[in-house]
Nanobody
Framework: QLQVTESGGGSVQAGGSLRLSCVAS???????MGWFRQVPGKEREAVASFYMGGGSTYYADSVKGRFTIRQLDDKNTVYLQMNSLKPEDTALYYC??????????????????????WGQGTQVTVSS
């Protein structure tokens, strides 16, 4: 069973940057790896996703132009570069992966329900 592990959370002031990393236990060639976030009392929401077999990327409107998801050369790792952070970006950030299903439409690639494998989460706190 695929496992994903996040790292890189922390605290930063508004306008600052953080990079989150996610390592998969094996190369999920036909899967999406995505980042999601959740604050207490709210539903988990999509941030960004990346198709490991071809590099398609999708972003939530709230992070477009500020966040970038990329795959590292080792293939098993994706990172989320977060720039121009805002206090409203404060959340527990989760990395997740879909089953090996091939390409999906954007709406599915950014849907919590499509992801079968989840990390434990890493906290990001942005202070004003």
């Amino acid at each position: 069973q695929l496992q994903v592990t996040e790292s890189g959370g922390g605290s930063v002031q508004a306008g600052g940057s953080l990079r989150l990393s996610c390592v998969a236990s094996t190369y999920p060639r036909r899967s999406y790896m995505g980042w999601f976030r959740q604050v207490p009392g709210k539903e988990r929401e999509a941030v960004a996703s990346f198709y490991m077999g071809g590099g398609s990327t999708y972003y939530a409107d709230s992070v477009k132009g500020r966040f970038t998801i990329r795959q590292l050369d080792d293939k098993n790792t994706v990172y989320l570069q977060m720039n121009s952070l805002k206090p409203e970006d404060t959340a527990l950030y989760y990395c997740a992966a879909t089953d090996s299903r091939g390409r999906l439409p954007e709406i599915q690639a950014l849907s919590v329900a499509e992801y079968a494998y989840w990390g434990q989460g890493t906290q990001v706190t942005v202070s004003s």
